[in-house]
């Protein structure tokens, strides 16, 4: 598992190319949260907007997760283990008056970042006139 990587997959990439194409700015493998020990794949901070880029099989995808037969007790206490840190973060994000955007690895690209600009834009827009 040590050679899995953590961050920088190919999903995670193609995701971060299309926002940047399209004029969006974002950081990257950020702790958007004090105290909480989690790193963001992408974060928007202005907007307060954070993507997770998940894999179907780490994260238990509803449509596509599976588990092994090989060492099956361990697999299943790990990937539940994976789902509860999920549910955690998304908590603790939200509770700091964040949007949490979550893409699956089988999702389309296009229609992550059409997902993710709207949300960005939208909450530019309201914070600006919060300002004012």
């Given amino acids: 598992m040590q050679r899995q990587k953590r961050a920088g997959t190919k999903p995670e990439i193609d995701l971060r190319r299309e926002l940047y194409r399209r004029g969006l700015r974002y950081r990257v493998q950020q702790r958007p949260v004090p105290g909480l020990r989690r790193t963001i794949d992408v ?3 202005g907007p307060k907007v ?3 880029s998940m894999g179907c099989f780490w994260h238990s ?3 596509h997760g599976t588990a092994p037969k090989a060492n099956a ?3 299943l206490d790990k990937l539940a283990q994976n789902r509860k840190r999920d549910a ?3 908590s603790a994000l939200v509770e700091a008056g964040w949007l949490l955007i979550v893409v699956w690895e089988h999702e389309s690209v296009t229609e992550a970042a059409d997902k993710i ?4 834009r939208s909450r530019l827009s309201v ?3 919060a300002r004012r």
């Fill in 43 to 45: 974060v928007f901070p």
């Fill in 50 to 52: 954070a993507v997770e």
């Fill in 61 to 63: 995808c509803p449509a």
């Fill in 73 to 75: 007790a361990w697999w």
């Fill in 88 to 90: 955690d973060t998304a």
């Fill in 117 to 120: 600009g709207r949300a960005v």
């Fill in 127 to 129: 914070s600006r006139r």
